[in-house]
């Protein structure tokens, strides 16, 4: 309400101040004017000056007890997504104390055997949410708490939402131990800053935490892309990467090469950032991008929303990472990219050469310390079009998709039905086939090819209608990749086909999974004796359709089974189990519903 009613504050203050001056001689009205003026302006700047200082840099403590170093940074370029925190090294070890970074209380926990792992959320009383990640597990009372939910529910994969006077803690507790659960790739701790009422994640290094580095980024290529089938660099419609050379925050083209540009241009860049006591290499903060002095893009790593992560996709150069896996981002906008990161722009970056002028493009790339790197690129433009237009349709073209509307593909033995918005730039959409593959049931349907990429799932009818019946509920989709591996994408029966809703474009058959999941004991056996161990692992393992399900017991009584996902393996800690002798049993579901049990006997 306060802000509605600001403005007429403001005209009554002045008011006021006017009618004084009228009552006071000159002197005084000069002094009272200057220091009302004084008021007026403090008033009227208070909102800004509280945007200016939003990020706290002596609010958050370090969430480990020794030196911060980072195996990877916030917004650094990842498969499908952005990555939204800080990889803190571990000193490669797991069990490494991890501390509330501010007071607040656990608002949520969850257990996966992906992703995050074992991840703990902190609401804190400014508005943020700290987030620990791939955690080996909860401390004290937290791990109490997870762990009498996972027994109520027999449940290793949870969920919770504690309320704000359950589990409440101050700055510098002890929250967790640091791990290497879910998706990650060696002992670490994922750490995040997400606002509270947003979900935003926000770029941590914002607020502090001491670092210190003074190394600029290094600029590795630039990327030059004629847009359309009018647009030429060097007479011809293809791409082209120049290499760089330089170092200190000075880079050029490692060779001179004269080049010549006619029509819509975009640019993209490849770099990556070092900083002081780190191997590793990290993503850039923010990209300026200049043509003859003007900016006509920047881009900056401040925040982004997890929904718009996957827009990665379009930001990069996607068929240049699938072939190479570099990236390259692009620094044009595609017109369905949606991204929040693009602070600045003209005509979305696009630049066209239709002069006869020879134009300088500049880039200045920084990291979150303000470390800068230029490089000055000469382009000569020229007005004439150089040669005749190409339509660059492929053989295999078959339709027009527009990606702001629905579109769909239809014939005999295939469907394919694509929402409005899925696609982030008009298609020149391609389909063949392929005889079948090896184990399929059909030949292979070719849905355009893996180096476009898709922001959602589509559509996607395959017609079986031979499909013998004790294979009906065993059968799914699958895309297969160049080297003939497939990647299950389940499937319905439908009348006479098989629906599911991949989220890529490429090569699609059926396949039947009628293989039961694979059990290997590593540490038990039938008649073994466990009394000097503290604990039984298992792997599993699934042909095709994924492992759904599994239930480990003992003595018929639920027992708390790990699951780590990307090492295959189960772990049972014993908990409470009495000495003496005892049966094991585990029961392993795909995908598909084919089962495995396995059962032993041993002595505790």
């Not at 900056?300 to 699938?322: Q, T, V």
């Not at 239709?354 to 000569?380: A, P, V």
């Not at 355009?448 to 898709?454: C, E, G, K, L, W």
Request: aromatic share 12%; net charge positive; with cysteine.
């Amino acid at each position: 309400m306060l802000n509605n009613h600001l403005p007429n504050i403001k005209d009554l203050l002045f008011l006021s101040f006017t009618n004084a001056l009228r009552s006071l001689n000159l002197l005084e009205n000069k002094l009272k004017f200057m220091l009302g003026i004084s008021f007026f302006i403090q008033i009227t700047s208070y909102a800004p000056a509280q945007e200016k200082n939003k990020f706290q840099t002596d609010y958050f403590r370090s969430p480990v007890d020794f030196p911060l170093s980072f195996a990877g940074n916030f917004g650094e370029l990842r498969n499908n997504h952005f990555h939204g925190g800080l990889d803190v090294r571990t000193q490669s070890q797991e069990g490494k104390k991890i501390y509330s970074v501010a007071d607040g209380y656990v608002s949520r926990i969850k257990v996966s055997p992906n992703g995050y792992g074992n991840a703990l959320y902190i609401t804190h009383p400014n508005g943020y949410v700290s987030v620990y990640a791939h955690l080996k597990n909860y401390y004290d009372t937290i791990g109490r708490y997870v762990k009498k939910a996972q027994y109520d529910t027999e449940n290793f994969e949870i969920e919770l939402f504690p309320k704000a006077d359950e589990l409440k803690v101050k700055k510098g507790d002890i929250v967790a131990l640091s791990g290497n659960t879910g998706g990650s790739r060696g002992p670490h701790l994922h750490f995040e800053i997400r606002e509270e009422k947003t979900e935003k994640v926000v770029n941590p290094l914002l607020f502090g935490f001491g670092i210190q580095d003074n190394i600029p980024p290094i600029i590795k290529e630039i990327a030059i892309y004629p847009l359309d089938n009018k647009s030429f660099l060097n007479s011809a419609n293809n791409s082209r990467k120049i290499q760089l050379k330089g170092s200190k925050g000075i880079f050029q083209p490692a060779k001179p090469e004269k080049l010549i540009a006619h029509g819509n241009i975009g640019f993209g860049v490849a770099a990556i950032d070092l900083m002081n006591g780190s191997g590793n290499t990290f993503g850039i903060y923010s990209i300026e991008l200049k043509v003859d002095g003007e900016q006509i893009f920047y881009s900056e790593m401040e925040k982004f929303a997890f929904e718009e992560s996957r827009y990665i996709n379009c930001h990069i150069d996607y068929p240049e990472y699938k072939r190479n896996r570099n990236y390259f981002e692009r620094c044009f906008i595609l017109p369905n990219n949606q991204l929040s990161i693009y602070k600045k722009h003209k005509n979305r970056g696009i630049f066209e050469f239709k002069d006869d002028q020879i134009h300088t493009i500049e880039y200045i790339l920084k990291d979150i310390h303000g470390n800068t790197s230029r490089s000055n690129l000469k382009i000569q433009s020229t007005s004439k079009q150089p040669i005749k237009e190409n339509d660059n349709l492929s053989p295999k073209f078959v339709q027009q998709f527009n990606f702001n509307t629905l579109n769909s593909f239809k014939n005999e033995q295939i469907s394919a039905d694509f929402p409005s918005g899925i696609l982030y730039d008009n298609l020149n959409f391609e389909y063949f086939k392929s005889p079948k593959l090896p184990k399929a049931l059909t030949e292979t349907h070719h849905i355009h090819h893996d180096q476009v990429p898709v922001h959602s799932n589509f559509n996607l009818s395959i017609k079986v209608d031979n499909l013998p019946v004790q294979h009906r509920r065993k059968a799914l989709i699958v895309s297969v990749d160049g080297k003939g591996t497939p990647t299950a994408h389940g499937g319905d029966l439908r009348n006479e086909y098989l629906y599911a809703t991949p989220k890529v474009l490429g090569a699609f058959t059926v396949m039947i999974d009628s293989t039961a999941p694979v059990i290997t004991p590593v540490n038990i056996k039938d008649g073994q004796d466990l009394s000097k161990t503290g604990e039984i692992k298992i792997k599993i393992s699934d042909y095709l359709s994924g492992i759904k399900t599994y239930r480990g017991s003992i003595d018929e009584k639920w027992v708390l089974m790990e699951y780590d996902a990307k090492n295959q393996l189960l772990t049972y800690h014993f908990d409470g189990i009495i000495k003496g002798r005892h049966n094991f049993k585990l029961e392993v579901k795909d995908a598909r519903g084919n089962t495995a049990n396995y059962s032993a006997r041993f002595t505790k």
